[in-house]
């Protein structure tokens, strides 16, 4: 339900004396989150955007993480991802939650309570091995919300004949995320072959010029490939996500 | 028709004694564009990518930019569109193409040869007048493309009720172009409160520490709505193009 | 009266009847501001925070600058101005408005229509003969909004006698406004000798390695005194603006 | 009592040859510090400006951080506060003085001798959880000046509906403290609904462009939000300091 | 063989029906690399360009980095070069390939299978002694691939008499490659004394301004010695690689 | 002749008694160059580097370029080349020196005097039309020192087909230059293809986050291609005159 | 007189009833400057420092500059030096003053009233002609000061034997001050040879990397040559007041 | 002796027959240091600068810093020190000399063999205690080298009265040396104060927009005190040897 449709009801029930207006204003505020003091888990999320709230792990202490972890999943939500977590929050999240997984490589740790629908799919190209971690998180993200995923990696541009078996996949796709550090030039080749959306996720793969993925950044966004649009450094869930709501249209 | 479908098309006729290998390989390379010496024109574009290539004004002269213009005319664009072009330019256009249409704001100039059908529709926000020009790039971009473009400009964000009468196109719409300056922090806002892909246009609107745009463009990368993907600053009409391929998936 | 306050009154009228629950949502998102299809002037600005809004010529047409300018004033602001406004930015607003006054170093042009109520001071205190444009910024802004401004220029820092003669002004002060280029040094001396808060305009002027206000901006971020607040380089009308929110408390 | 004020009273005590001029000039300069060699520590601070001096913990050795924690505390300072103090830091600082307290998130450590008069209020409004940190810092240093503190945890900008509990607060609240990583966008989505003055903290929290802060401490200069000042990344301590002094005004 | 000339081939064998269309669109894509999953090893580079690929170990974990070195080294490569490698990469590397040998100071570790037809000689001159392990990955490189390597390290420039006996090996060298920190001026004063090409290599070696090798790398591009063209920081091995390809010529 | 060599005939004369000590000390610094005051006209650098000194236009008066141009004709220079030139100094050196030749897009005017051997190509091959300027510049600078210049223009990387009709003149190059804007990354496609040295000349083409070449720059300093080194942004003639270099080894 | 010695002047009169304290408070903060509202021309500067106040022209309306130079000049001072003062300030400065002198590549125009003492040489050696209006702002600062300058231009480092005829100076020379934009280079290496302290002016000539000087800036602070110290980009006048103190001394 | 006087008299031992004149260039070349293949000890620098070659320890193992500091030892240095020395390289150079002395703080260990005439004051000034190390290294440095040196650590600048007992050290000093971080604002304070030069020393003391010193530095660099040059950002080293050739002259 969308927020105007339910200020709307709120208004009706005001309307016919079912609802005090202060009571209603308070209603307003206090409903779609759950307050933990140092987080406001918003449960509600899901209903309103279509995917469940996912915990960045950076920044906040295991514990934190797990507490939020727990909420959202007492709250009902379809599947339950933590990003960005390591070693000792992995465990903390493990601690409170059954039937976790995770990915050591990609630091991620994610349970999943109910299927969600296949709607489309989406093509995740990256052009080092060292690119690794962000493909995975891309590809957790979006398979737990329900996009079909095919990976080609280490696609490289310096050897372009390295690109040719993704062609077919290329055409195939509803829409592809490139994932690349250093220059970022496979999102500008991958563009021009492609007719459909292109997400760029520059990552700090690289070292010297490359700024810790400033360069791969910069270059995908003046890339001359008009279908390229770009998510921050290393920020493969964002991608995986945005692709997801591409699909869903 | 598809890069590798021409390749398989070509190797049939090769197949069939048809065509000579060497004849191939030299049709394979001079086909799909028109070389002007200074440029060449990629006249299949509009085939192999469902639009025609659009002519960015910077750094050409106005002649080159009009020869550009007459040679994709020529070879049956659905419509041709110059960007970022000066006075001298689009008289150099409009001298040599008939039936133009101009912007001035926007420093655009435009002819259409064949009504595109509709599909989809894209809410254009803006945070302030001054993003008009990259606004109306970016309307002019999508509606020769066949997307329905709704427009609200000035909307803000120091003044949160003034995004109010946005809510009812925001649900409509497929996706969103959000075009601000300065902070650029419309796109975390109207991304909280979207349910579809936002795209996000940093504008060079501002001074100071705005640096030209670099503030918006790293605001909006680092935005916590996860629906929000970022394109170069100004590039108003590479928003546009985005937003109507998403709407032909 | 406050925005809270406002829906909560839109509430009560539909929980008598007198308004109608569809109504109200759009009662709620039409008011407070006057549709310019370019721009929303928000005439309940005044209102709702007890300043009207300020027009910022930068990246406007003088057209639409004047335009602007006349809506805030035929919806009864008590003073109207427009910053960064060049010469015909400035005509255009003269032969809409009568009564206007001008001054040109600071690129400012205004009305006064009711005189606001004198409440509190603020010492201006500038490093060089440079910082003058944003000095008058300042000034007029805190003058139309009712603070007493006491001004000194090109104190300098690089012969600390010449700060002398502000002290017993420093003393006087609610709070200090400190304009400075270069290396921005005014800010720390003064915010280490005043007892009150204190606003640091970084400005522009400079070479080299100044650029642009960037060094004045950081050595003010940076400073030992921790007193001093920072606004955007050369944003005279933002510090005055919060010095006089701080005056009314 | 104030520096002017404290010459002219050397100055009379000469005329009356009660001081001889030389011991003035003396005087005039040995008086309002301890030197303890490697610091000199401000024991008159808060006589000048109403505030004892706070101990920055970083690039001071630990016992370094305790003599000058001591030095303040024998001077009769109504409190002493150590930030940005780790584990060893802390362990020297408490070995040293008495009836310490602590807050390891926060890396603070402190004693209040004497309670300060409450006076006005400061409401405390963060982004993320990862702003725990900054917003314990600030709300320690405001509580010990003497300042009623309000805080709001975890109210994030991309889900405005998170923000309404905080609206009664903000209404009453006599300044505002947004603390805020990432994009920084919620300094000017609070300063545009406060009529009061806003001071951003940006956070360092964040990955990729957010380039420790920077993106949110630019973010915040160029709030469209005339009421926003701000101090430097991550400086919770500055801006609760600042609050203080208006709320004394 | 050639690119071109491999498709040319594969064009005739379709045309003597020796192979079917798809078949060869196939073989087209999938020949010339063996894939790992993570990686896709360029098998054929030595083929092509006349030096097989080298392993950047940076990013990569200890296990990918040995694996594609060991299938490398089983698809017949003249030599296999893992470089920036850690003691546990290296440890790795060991465990799966014989007669390795390492440079602990440059990270790196190789097997040479075949040597190469000696051509060409490069000099190698650096700046400073903490140059050295980017000096060492130079001289691996070049070694490798068949030329004759001559190094004079801590040449310095300020004191130029240390120059004087690199003289007679830069009159004979046929390309120069400076390696250099903190402002890389040794580049510009190499470029003007020789009559070969030079390029330079920033190095992250400096502290304060050199800003990690930047300085040295914006050096060198400005230099006015023309024939100075500039690689990565830190990048011996890509400075090595094309003075082995001018030499080649 | 060499720099070592001459000082060692000049000891020698000195040990024949044909020359006093201290006149050869004198002779040694003065002979290689004619002053100007203003300038010191290398007129011995074609003999000991084999190409004529080249004078920037930018940021010397008319005046001083003219002089400095006719001082090399009057030495004997083989050619004399002035670049970045506007429209006065081409004026200016136009009626200093006979049988100029100019070219007004990339503001080069220049006089032949003595026709050099040609020796090996080089391939100049840019991203896009406004590139235009540096591709000549570049193509003028090989011309003059004997280097045979094929150019393709506007060959983009999004659209890897126009790369096509480039490939056989790929391989027959002995060094390529690509300059591009933008994201540079044409020079990481050209450099995968090539088996030949690359040089990579960024140009300020583009806007926004092209950042007036510093994306391309750093885009082609990270090329995952091992054989790109780079030049200055827009600095084609560097990248001309270093081929050249290449082909006379 | 020194500042401390004026105050205890003050407090002796005070002392002896000769001053009223409050009148010597008063005199204290008055005396040392003149005050022309957007100015405080330190007319007590020569004989604070031995140099009079020197204006310079950037960011002041020729009306200033001229009105401050008078100032100075009815002052006593024993020269008045206008630097960056463009064609309109420098005609204003004319109107006001007699017996002006003026250079317009250096844009200075200044009177000297009293010759100065000479004390002590600098000698000022710069890269490039380009960076001839720095050179000369130098030379005119240290010669109104009494510092015997010594000029070589255009020296160069790509060409160390343009070096030599400098070599004799170098010896001679108290100080040395090295000009030069691009990489500045030439600071190390005349750092190098030099045995007295070296100022470094980095200069904005140069294109692309060099970006306005900061390159050359970089690398003159990061210079291995331990004798160099460096002041802003352009400042040719604060170098030479340097060199003319340490002369001084 | 002279660099230029010792050429002169090489060439007159060739000239008289002593010397062959191949021989002579050899010698050139061959003397002024020793070539530890890794490092070539400048042995005669001594004689030529009047300061000993100084080890900075940054970027070389404990073994090479300790094997050049035996080299310079060995040679007769009058005193060698290594600074950046970490715990392994001050064992190491303990193991390879006697009678060494150390500072932990500073990371500095040196010998003195011969002490050295005393010339001239320098007037050590530091903003915080943080700035310590800074402090020490430049003592040292001055301190070997016969400088007296005074110190007068964390002065501050905001709470201008620690200034006071300064003062009278300030004007007896030859030379200032300021040591600060965070905005180095104390740098344009002392400045102003002082008659004579000073040299700034940005540390890398402080937190967010400091930036590791940059902010320091640039604000040093653009002091309006014109007395002021800077060295590289915690270049205590630096400063305190310039500092000493100005107390030589």
Not at 161 to 168: F, G, Q, S
Not at 220 to 241: E, K
Request: aromatic residues 2%; hydrophobic residues 50%.
């Amino acid at each position: 339900m969308s927020t105007r449709r339910a200020i709307e009801q709120l208004l009706a029930a005001v309307a016919t004396h079912e609802l005090d207006p202060r009571e209603a204003a308070d209603l307003l505020a206090d409903l779609p989150f759950r307050d933990l003091v140092f987080a406001r888990v918003d449960t509600h999320r899901e209903l309103r955007q279509g995917a469940p709230e996912v915990i960045l792990g950076d920044g906040k202490t295991p514990e934190q993480a797990a507490a939020i972890a727990m909420a959202l999943d007492a709250a009902g939500a379809s599947s339950v991802l933590v990003t960005r977590a390591d070693d000792a929050m992995r465990a903390a999240v493990r601690d409170l939650l059954d039937d976790t997984r995770e990915d050591t490589l990609a630091r991620a740790i994610w349970v999943e309570r109910r299927p969600v629908e296949k709607r489309g799919t989406v093509l995740v190209v990256s052009a080092g091995t060292s690119d690794g971690p962000v493909v995975r998180e891309a590809r957790i993200r979006a398979d737990l919300l329900g996009t079909t995923v095919v990976v080609h990696e280490d696609v490289g541009v310096a050897g372009l004949h390295r690109l040719a078996p993704v062609l077919p996949d290329l055409e195939r796709a509803d829409v592809v995320v490139v994932v690349a550090g250093m220059d970022g030039a496979l999102a500008s080749v991958v563009g021009g072959l492609a007719a459909c959306p292109v997400i760029g996720v520059p990552t700090s793969v690289g070292y010297g010029a490359s700024f810790g993925g400033v360069t791969a950044l910069l270059g995908m966004l003046t890339s001359c490939a008009s279908n390229v649009t770009v998510v921050n450094i290393d920020n493969g869930f964002g991608a995986a996500y945005v692709a997801t709501l591409i699909n869903r249209l």
